[in-house]
């Protein structure tokens, strides 16, 4: 009996969906860069880190979002890029709750 209630409990936890974050952080700044070449080269490199889930730049407004990691530091990797910035808002969203909006990184 006990062997049975074990193993409903395993197949339950299976069943339940995996999320590789419990919550992300959305991060709203404004940067500064002498080129739209230079914000794309900034953009690209940014998005080939595995930390960084969304992440839109606009060179017209110089305005920025990203969609990351909880751990990770963006304003560390924009000190070490000689972007100059300064964050305008920092929201955590559960990642449950990021998923089903479908919250893009549009400015």
Known sequence: MVFCMAKKRVVQQALQERTPFWEVK???????????????????NLLLKPEILQL??????????AVCAPSFDL?????????????????????????ERNVSCSI
């Open 26 to 44: 959305l991060v709203f700044f404004n940067f500064s860069t002498k080129s739209r070449g230079e914000a794309a080269f900034l953009q690209y």
């Open 56 to 65: 839109h730049l606009d060179f017209e407004t110089k305005k920025g979002c």
């Open 75 to 99: 304003t560390k990797e924009l000190s070490d890029a000689k972007i100059e910035h300064k964050l305008i808002l920092v929201e955590w969203l559960p990642y449950k709750e990021y998923q």
